[in-house]
């Protein structure tokens, strides 16, 4: 198993708000698939496992990625993911406005500075949701991160 400077080396750190892009095979639902040695295994889920030195994802966890902070399904950056339970990680797709996307429209991190200036220079979280073609909710969460 690779371990987190493997990781970091092999596909590359920007920040802790930055994607890291896996950079090996894709599945066609659009996550990155590793070989672990043993088996192979979505590559968030691998990620989230060695930078928690864990063995095995907890049980009944699926790896998820953060619906606000990023829904970019290739992305293993740890500090973008998260253990939730399958009825978590389904409901994501409602607030990262993802059910039925296949190419899912994303508002990271690193706009939500940009949603925010433009909230407190009067825009209105409607006119930006239109514009942005997601939904308010998610915008709320973006404006409501403290960095």
């Known amino acids: 198993?690779?371990?987190k400077d493997e990781i970091v080396e092999a596909h590359g750190w920007a920040s802790?708000?930055?994607c890291i892009i896996y950079k090996g095979e894709i599945d066609s639902y659009g996550y990155g698939r590793v070989w672990?040695?043993?088996?192979k295994m979505q590559a968030h889920r691998y990620s989230l496992m060695q930078w928690q030195e864990l063995d095995d994802a907890?049980?009944?966890m699926d790896a998820?990625?953060?619906p606000v902070l990023c829904t970019d399904r290739r992305c293993i950056n740890p500090h973008h993911l998260r253990w939730a339970t399958r009825s978590e990680n389904l409901e994501d797709r409602w607030v990262a406005?993802?059910?039925g996307k296949a190419a899912p429209t994303i508002v990271r991190r690193y706009d939500?500075?940009?949603v925010r200036a433009r909230v407190e220079g009067g825009e209105t979280l409607e006119e930006l949701a239109v514009e942005l073609n997601v939904s308010t909710a998610e915008l709320e969460k973006?404006?409501?991160i403290v960095f």
Do not use: K, L
């Not at 672990?36 to 088996?39: C, R, S």
């Open 112 to 114: 939500c500075e940009d």
């Open 1 to 3: 198993m690779q371990r």
């Open 142 to 144: 973006c404006v409501a």
């Open 97 to 99: 406005g993802t059910v």
């Open 36 to 39: 672990t040695g043993e088996a």
């Open 16 to 18: 802790p708000d930055a």
């Open 58 to 60: 907890p049980e009944g």
């Open 64 to 66: 998820a990625h953060d």
